[in-house]
Nanobody, 114 residues
Framework: QVQLVESGGGLVQPGGSLRLSCAASGSIFNIYVMGWYRQAPGKRRELVAAVTTSGNANYADSVKGRFTISRDNAKNTVYLQMNSLKPEDTAVYYC????????WGQGTQVTVSS
């Protein structure tokens, strides 16, 4: 298991941008998939984006073209660049590592509001 710590959340106006970071306590080099999920109040947790060790990424339809996931194995960090944010992007964002049993961060709040 690795410990994951997210940062970079906050309050932003619609149309704005944020960059989330997820720092792992250990090497992520051999963790095949790293991802970001989100959970809005009253809703189920959903996958936002995921990236494999080879850099292949997939995205939820709702964020395609606006969000970009990336990983820096040398820094044991995964990023989520979020552009053109919408109020419906408001949620707690969680980092996920595909370790045995799965590892989760504590979450970071993203609020999109004018």
């Amino acid at each position: 298991q690795v410990q994951l710590v997210e940062s970079g959340g906050g309050l932003v106006q619609p149309g704005g941008s944020l960059r989330l970071s997820c720092a792992a306590s250990g090497s992520i080099f051999n963790i095949y998939v790293m991802g970001w999920y989100r959970q809005a109040p009253g809703k189920r947790r959903e996958l936002v984006a995921a990236v494999t060790t080879s850099g292949n990424a997939n995205y939820a339809d709702s964020v395609k073209g606006r969000f970009t996931i990336s990983r820096d194995n040398a820094k044991n960090t995964v990023y989520l660049q979020m552009n053109s944010l919408k109020p419906e992007d408001t949620a707690v964002y969680y980092c996920y590592a595909g370790t045995s049993g799965g590892s989760w961060g504590q979450g970071t709040q993203v609020t999109v509001s004018s």
